[in-house]
C-alpha cells in the first residue's frame, strides 16, 4: 500500500512521458487515474504515432492501416472502460491470393481446397500448420528457431515458395533469414482466433478509427490534470547519480521523479546518454525495417477483398488491403504498404515511382480498372515501422524498466512474439505504468 508521506503520494510525483502513440497514451492515462502528474512530450504535431489521422481530402483516416482481432482482450477492456464499445463494429471479411495471373480465394477450408497452385499433400500441410498455430499455448519453443526454417519444414520447398516467400522477401529481404519462427505462429494464431466458424473470418474496426480512442484517453488525462505538448522533441534525458533528473527540452531542464519513452528504440540511446554501456550496445544492435505507405481513394471498388496477398512475377506491390470492405466508407479506399530495410533502392523512390507501379500491377490484377477511379492518392513513410523480431528476441532488448532508477523504455519490440496492434500497445502501456507503481510502493 502507498505510504501517506506527501512526498510519496501519487500527486506529487511527476511523470514525463516521451512520444504520443497509444502505447504513450495509454501508460499517461494509467497513471492519472492513479493521480500522478502527467506531461506527456511528442515532436509531431499530432498524436498517434503510427495509428494517427489526417485528412485525406475530407475524410480523416488514418496513415497506416489498423484492424481488430477477437483476441484484443486489453483494448477491449480499455473500450469498455471509456465508455467505447458501441464503436466497435465486427465484419465478415474475405481474404484473397493474386497468384500467377489468377484472382483466388483464401482464407477458409473450400478455398484453400479450391486453390490451383498446391498439392493435396501441400494444402494438408497448411492446414495442419494453421491448426497447430490457433492452439498453441506458448511460443517458447518457436523462439529459438527461425521462421524460414521452421516454415519450410512445415510446407515444403514449394508450399514455402507459394505462400509464405513473397511475404518474407517482400517485407523483410535481406533480413528474412532473421526473423524468429514465434513471430510468425502468433501473427498466424491472432488471426486464426478471429474466425466467426471455420468458413468465416471476422475482423474489427472502431468506428471514428483509432483516433476514437486517442481522443478519449486524451480527454481522460487533461481531465486529470495532465497536459500534451506538441512539436517539441526531447533533446537529452537527464540522470544524475544513476537517477532520472528530467528532460532537457529547448535548451532548458524540466524536472520529473520518472520518464517513460514510448519512441522507436533505436533513437533512445541517442536521447538516453546516461544509460548502462551494455543498454546501449542492444540498442544499437536493434533492426528495423521502415514503410512506404500508400492510401488511395477510388471511385470504384477494386476487388471483394480486405486483404489481398500477391504471388505474381513483375508485380511489385507486395499486397492490397481494401479498408472499405471492412470499414463501409463512402469511398473506395485502399492501402498499399511497402515494407523495406531502409538500404533498399525503393526507399529512395518518389511518390510517382510508387504511384506507376501500384496502376502498372493494378492493371495486371483487375482488366477494367483504369487510372480515373484514382479520386486521390498520398503517400507516408515510416522510418523505423516495424522491428525485426530475431529468435530469443527478448533477450536482446534492454529491461523495460532501467537500472537507472526512474527510468522506463518500451516500443513495439516488447510486444513479442505478438505482432503490432493497438491491443499490444495499451498491454505495454499498463505494463509501463506499473512499472512505475512499482517502483514508487517499493520506495516507501
Same mark, same amino acid.
Given at each position: 500500500?502507498?505510504?501517506?508521506?506527501?512526498?510519496?503520494?501519487?500527486?506529487?510525483?511527476?511523470? /514525463?512521458?516521451?512520444?504520443?502513440?497509444?502505447?504513450?497514451?495509454?501508460?499517461?492515462?494509467?497513471?492519472?487515474?492513479?493521480?500522478?502528474?502527467?506531461?506527456?512530450?511528442?515532436?509531431?504535431?499530432?498524436?498517434?504515432?503510427?495509428?494517427?489521422?489526417?485528412?485525406?481530402?475530407?475524410?480523416?483516416?488514418?496513415?497506416?492501416?489498423?484492424?481488430?482481432?477477437?483476441?484484443?482482450?486489453?483494448?477491449?477492456?480499455?473500450?469498455?472502460?471509456?465508455?467505447?464499445?458501441?464503436?466497435?463494429?465486427?465484419?465478415?471479411?474475405?481474404?484473397?491470393?493474386?497468384?500467377?495471373?489468377?484472382?483466388?480465394?483464401?482464407?477458409?477450408?473450400?478455398?484453400?481446397?479450391?486453390?490451383?497452385?498446391?498439392?493435396?499433400?501441400?494444402?494438408?500441410?497448411?492446414?495442419?500448420?494453421?491448426?497447430?498455430?490457433?492452439?498453441?499455448?506458448?511460443?517458447?519453443?518457436?523462439?529459438?528457431?527461425?521462421?524460414?526454417?521452421?516454415?519450410?519444414?512445415?510446407?515444403?520447398?514449394?508450399?514455402?515458395?507459394?505462400?509464405?516467400?513473397?511475404?518474407?522477401?517482400?517485407?523483410?529481404?535481406?533480413?528474412?533469414?532473421?526473423?524468429?519462427? /514465434?513471430?510468425?505462429?502468433?501473427?498466424?494464431?491472432?488471426?486464426?482466433?478471429?474466425?466467426?466458424?471455420?468458413?468465416?473470418?471476422?475482423?474489427?474496426?472502431?468506428?471514428?478509427?483509432?483516433?476514437?480512442?486517442?481522443? /478519449?484517453?486524451?480527454?481522460?488525462?487533461?481531465?486529470?490534470?495532465?497536459?500534451?505538448?506538441?512539436?517539441?522533441?526531447?533533446?537529452?534525458?537527464?540522470?544524475?547519480?544513476?537517477?532520472?533528473?528530467?528532460?532537457?527540452?529547448?535548451?532548458?531542464?524540466? +524536472?520529473?521523479?520518472?520518464?517513460?519513452?514510448?519512441?522507436?528504440? $533505436?533513437?533512445?540511446?541517442?536521447?538516453?546518454?546516461?544509460? +548502462?554501456?551494455?543498454?546501449?550496445?542492444?540498442?544499437?544492435?536493434?533492426?528495423?525495417?521502415?514503410?512506404?505507405?500508400?492510401?488511395?481513394?477510388?471511385?470504384?471498388?477494386?476487388?471483394?477483398?480486405?486483404?489481398?496477398?500477391?504471388?505474381? +512475377?513483375?508485380?511489385?506491390?507486395?499486397?492490397?488491403?481494401?479498408?472499405?470492405?471492412?470499414?463501409?466508407?463512402?469511398?473506395?479506399?485502399?492501402?498499399?504498404?511497402?515494407?523495406? $530495410?531502409?538500404?533498399?533502392?525503393?526507399?529512395?523512390?518518389?511518390?510517382?515511382?510508387?504511384?506507376?507501379?501500384?496502376?502498372?500491377?493494378?492493371?495486371?490484377?483487375?482488366?477494367?480498372?483504369?487510372?480515373?477511379?484514382?479520386?486521390?492518392?498520398?503517400?507516408?513513410?515510416?522510418?523505423?515501422?516495424?522491428?525485426?523480431?530475431? $529468435?530469443?528476441?527478448?533477450?536482446?532488448?534492454?529491461?523495460?524498466?532501467?537500472?537507472?532508477?526512474?527510468?522506463?523504455?518500451?516500443?513495439?519490440?516488447?510486444?513479442?512474439?505478438?505482432?503490432?496492434?493497438?491491443?499490444?500497445?495499451?498491454?505495454?502501456?499498463?505494463?509501463?505504468?506499473?512499472?512505475?507503481?512499482?517502483?514508487?510502493?517499493?520506495?516507501?
Amino acid at each position: 500500500m502507498m505510504s501517506s508521506n506527501p512526498e510519496n503520494s501519487p500527486s506529487s510525483r511527476s511523470v /514525463a512521458i516521451i512520444g504520443a502513440g497509444p502505447m504513450g497514451l495509454a501508460a499517461a492515462y494509467e497513471l492519472s487515474k492513479k493521480g500522478y502528474s502527467v506531461d506527456i512530450f511528442e515532436a509531431g504535431d499530432v498524436v498517434g504515432g503510427m495509428s494517427a489521422s489526417f485528412d485525406f481530402n475530407g475524410l480523416e483516416i488514418e496513415r497506416y492501416f489498423h484492424f481488430i482481432c477477437a483476441t484484443d482482450f486489453d483494448l477491449f477492456e480499455l473500450l469498455d472502460e471509456l465508455k467505447l464499445s458501441d464503436k466497435l463494429h465486427w465484419v465478415n471479411t474475405r481474404m484473397g491470393y493474386f497468384a500467377r495471373g489468377q484472382m483466388c480465394d483464401w482464407g477458409e477450408p473450400f478455398a484453400l481446397l479450391r486453390f490451383p497452385f498446391l498439392s493435396l499433400m501441400n494444402k494438408i500441410r497448411y492446414a495442419m500448420k494453421v491448426m497447430y498455430c490457433k492452439n498453441l499455448k506458448s511460443f517458447d519453443h518457436l523462439d529459438k528457431l527461425r521462421a524460414t526454417d521452421w516454415l519450410k519444414k512445415w510446407l515444403g520447398e514449394t508450399g514455402y515458395d507459394m505462400l509464405w516467400h513473397p511475404l518474407m522477401y517482400q517485407k523483410f529481404y535481406d533480413l528474412q533469414h532473421e526473423v524468429s519462427a /514465434a513471430w510468425i505462429a502468433a501473427r498466424v494464431q491472432r488471426v486464426a482466433h478471429s474466425r466467426q466458424s471455420l468458413f468465416k473470418e471476422k475482423l474489427g474496426y472502431l468506428e471514428g478509427g483509432s483516433e476514437t480512442l486517442l481522443t /478519449a484517453m486524451l480527454d481522460e488525462i487533461t481531465k486529470k490534470g495532465g497536459s500534451l505538448t506538441l512539436k517539441k522533441p526531447v533533446t537529452e534525458v537527464t540522470i544524475e547519480k544513476n537517477k532520472v533528473k528530467g528532460l532537457l527540452i529547448d535548451g532548458a531542464l524540466k +524536472p520529473f521523479d520518472h520518464v517513460i519513452s514510448t519512441i522507436a528504440l $533505436p533513437y533512445v540511446s541517442a536521447i538516453v546518454p546516461g544509460l +548502462p554501456a551494455q543498454d546501449h550496445e542492444k540498442l544499437n544492435a536493434i533492426k528495423n525495417v521502415g514503410v512506404v505507405c500508400i492510401i488511395m481513394k477510388l471511385s470504384q471498388r477494386f476487388s471483394p477483398y480486405f486483404w489481398l496477398n500477391i504471388n505474381h +512475377p513483375g508485380i511489385g506491390m507486395p499486397g492490397i488491403i481494401e479498408y472499405s470492405n471492412l470499414n463501409p466508407l463512402d469511398r473506395h479506399i485502399l492501402y498499399v504498404p511497402y515494407y523495406m $530495410p531502409q538500404n533498399n533502392e525503393k526507399w529512395q523512390w518518389s511518390d510517382e515511382q510508387f504511384r506507376d507501379e501500384i496502376i502498372a500491377g493494378f492493371r495486371v490484377m483487375n482488366s477494367g480498372f483504369d487510372e480515373g477511379w484514382i479520386e486521390s492518392f498520398h503517400v507516408s513513410r515510416c522510418y523505423h515501422a516495424q522491428p525485426v523480431c530475431t $529468435p530469443e528476441y527478448l533477450s536482446k532488448l534492454p529491461p523495460m524498466k532501467s537500472t537507472v532508477e526512474g527510468f522506463y523504455m518500451a516500443d513495439t519490440s516488447y510486444y513479442y512474439p505478438q505482432d503490432r496492434s493497438i491491443t499490444e500497445s495499451v498491454k505495454v502501456g499498463k505494463q509501463l505504468a506499473k512499472h512505475v507503481f512499482d517502483s514508487d510502493a517499493r520506495n516507501v
